[in-house]
């Protein structure tokens, strides 16, 4: 067999670093904090993260061990996404909203060295610490005040002083791990999902694509969406190699302060789940604000209810695309930019699908072990494999997750003969009603259409008839006097007739997990303990 002649250059973080910082050394990050935003170039951030790489290394870090952050969206936690993986070490983004006892089991079955914690982050953290098995070091950020955590702490700032610029970066096999996130683990202990400098690479070059995001140095990216939840989105690593500016939010991520930021800063692209666009938009309409810098918002973690989508674009000039991934796929899989064939009447509807499959990810469909056509009809789990999939967890075995090499994702959907998903459920949450399948995911979306509701979770609630039947749990806007029957009777030229709940509770809120997606479990076991008030239509 011919051999081929190209070089075998290894595709790291360490060469994505250096690209960065070599041919965008005039970009920039921009961080907000309480008394304005503080910024530096490209060039000054990777000299910081030269000294970051030393003071690890001098502090006993090795190739291959964890390097945990417990930060928020800042130029810092930045600097150690790209220098932790650049000197062989793995990074751990630890989520900050994970219960106490699941942030002791994941730095603990991680085996973190050192963690890197933001100040205001110390009391959280400070619960844990006793806990903690494998823990050297903490290293606080910022100049707050963190003495719950003791004296031993080591100061960010102090450490890098300390360095000189200049370090110098190992040669690393491709392979070897780079990252690490845990899954948010709505059912038994968070998964770790740990992702190779070769998946790294090779998924920030697809989402520069055009055939994805499109990312380039004329961009100024958001990153709303916390850089703990599923590997930052890939954002840290595809803004640096295409020289894109970053406009980091720190701690604030309400509202009225995103807003004054992208009115001040003009991001082109932003990245965060529904919720947050939802309360973007109430903020927008209530108030006088500019949104229409941004030429992508990248929305992803749950469905994106039509109604959100419309009214952004028709009263604010904000167009939102729904992107479909996981922790397990790095996380991008899909992205639903509509195809060259669609007309400007039918632009929202392809970008209200869960996504085209992007380059490097191969998908199928799966029913009873049956492989499935691609029709878009046909109903299956989305089965995924590709360079950046995970094919194992880390330190546990779930050989129910993985299908022959092909990762079991859990969702429920169609695609269709031109790569085009459309998730209709989690394979948890569909609801089967007298045999037949309700997707509570589309339910969902269509309550929401109704101008006086805010979120709506369907979770199935059991039925003496039907075996099963949906409930509806509404928040609606403050002062609204909407009743069950009123949205029956919205939902009767929407849905089919007997997907309409007979059953409804009106609630503050609907609860979200750690990475604001809806908690439904949380919802099914208020009911069964009876703390719903349920009203029954008929």
């Given at each position: 067999m011919m051999q081929s002649t190209m070089q075998d250059w290894p595709l790291t973080i360490t060469a994505l670093f250096r690209h960065g910082a070599r041919v965008y050394a005039d970009s920039s990050v921009a961080t907000f904090e309480d008394d304005g935003v503080r910024r530096a170039s490209?060039?000054?951030?990777?000299?910081?993260?030269?000294?970051?790489?030393?003071?690890?290394?001098?502090?006993?870090?090795?190739?291959?061990?964890?390097?945990?952050?417990?930060?928020?969206?800042t130029q810092e936690h930045l600097e150690a996404y790209l220098a932790v993986p650049s000197m062989g070490a793995v990074l751990h983004a630890l989520n900050l909203r994970l219960f106490p006892e699941q942030l002791a089991f994941v730095i603990n079955h991680a085996g973190d060295k050192v963690i890197i914690v933001d100040d205001s982050l110390a009391p959280l953290?400070?619960?844990?610490?006793?806990?903690?098995?494998?823990?050297?070091?903490?290293?606080?950020?910022?100049?707050g005040e963190a003495a719950e955590l003791g004296d031993g702490c080591l100061r960010y700032e102090e450490l890098l002083a300390a360095e000189q610029p200049g370090f110098v970066w190992p040669e690393i096999d491709e392979r070897s791990a780079a990252a690490m996130c845990y899954t948010t683990g709505t059912t038994g202990d968070p998964k770790g999902v740990v992702y190779s400098h070769r998946?790294?690479?090779?998924?920030?070059?697809?989402?520069?694509?055009?055939?994805?995001?499109?990312?380039?140095?004329?961009?100024?990216?958001?990153?709303?969406?916390?850089?703990?939840?599923?590997?930052?989105?890939?954002?840290?690593?595809?803004?640096?190699?295409?020289?894109?500016?970053?406009?980091?939010?720190?701690?604030?991520?309400?509202?009225e302060p995103l807003c004054r930021m992208i009115k001040a800063e003009r991001p082109t692209f932003a990245g965060a789940v529904p919720t947050i666009w939802g309360e973007i938009l109430r903020y927008a309409d209530?108030?006088?604000?500019?949104?229409?810098?941004?030429?992508?918002?990248?929305?992803?973690?749950?469905?994106?209810?039509?109604?959100?989508?419309?009214?952004?674009?028709?009263?604010?000039?904000?167009?939102?695309?729904?992107?479909?991934?996981?922790?397990?796929?790095?996380?991008?899989?899909?992205?639903?930019?509509?195809?060259?064939?669609?007309?400007?009447?039918?632009?929202?509807?392809?970008?209200?699908?869960?996504?085209?499959?992007?380059?490097?990810v191969e998908l199928r469909i799966v029913d009873d072990g049956k492989v499935l056509d691609w029709d878009g009809q046909t109903v299956g789990e989305i089965q995924v494999r590709g360079p950046w999939i995970t094919a194992r967890y880390h330190g546990?075995?779930?050989?129910?997750?993985?299908?022959?090499?092909?990762?079991?994702?859990?969702?429920?959907?169609?695609?269709?003969?031109?790569?085009?998903?459309?998730?209709?459920?989690?394979?948890?949450?569909?609801?089967?009603?007298?045999?037949?399948?309700?997707?509570?995911?589309?339910?969902?979306?269509?309550?929401?259409?109704?101008?006086?509701?805010?979120?709506?979770?369907?979770?199935?609630?059991?039925?003496?008839?039907?075996?099963e039947r949906p409930l509806a749990c509404v928040v609606l806007n403050e002062n609204s006097a909407t009743t069950p029957d009123e949205l029956c009777a919205f939902l009767e030229s929407r849905v089919a007739r007997w997907w309409v709940p007979e059953r409804w509770t009106f609630i503050p809120e609907i609860p979200k997990t750690s990475v604001g997606k809806f908690d439904k479990k949380v919802l099914r076991a208020r009911r069964e303990a009876g703390a719903l008030e349920i009203v029954h239509v008929q």
């Open positions: 490209f060039a000054q951030v990777a000299e910081r993260v030269e000294r970051l790489a030393a003071a690890l290394q001098r502090l006993g870090i090795e190739p291959g061990d964890r390097v945990a952050t417990f930060c928020w969206n953290l400070a619960k844990v610490k006793d806990q903690l098995k494998t823990v050297e070091h903490l290293i606080i950020v910022g100049d998946s790294e690479y090779l998924h920030a070059l697809t989402e520069c694509s055009s055939s994805a995001l499109g990312i380039s140095e004329r961009d100024r990216i958001l990153p709303i969406a916390p850089m703990f939840h599923a590997n930052a989105w890939g954002l840290p690593y595809s803004g640096w190699l295409a020289g894109a500016d970053f406009l980091m939010p720190g701690r604030f991520l309400q509202a209530a108030n006088e604000v500019d949104l229409r810098s941004l030429r992508m918002v990248m929305c992803g973690g749950a469905s994106v209810p039509r109604a959100l989508v419309e009214k952004l674009e028709e009263r604010h000039g904000v167009r939102i695309t729904q992107a479909w991934g996981m922790t397990e796929t790095s996380p991008m899989a899909s992205i639903a930019c509509p195809p060259k064939s669609c007309q400007p009447h039918e632009e929202i509807d392809w970008r209200l699908k869960s996504g085209r499959i992007v380059p490097g546990a075995d779930y050989p129910d997750r993985f299908d022959e090499g092909w990762l079991r994702t859990g969702d429920v959907g169609t695609v269709d003969a031109r790569g085009y998903i459309q998730i209709t459920d989690r394979t948890k949450d569909v609801i089967k009603s007298g045999g037949e399948w309700i997707s509570s995911v589309e339910l969902e979306n269509e309550i929401m259409a109704h101008p006086h509701v805010i979120e709506a979770a369907v979770i199935g609630v059991p039925d003496e008839r039907w075996d």
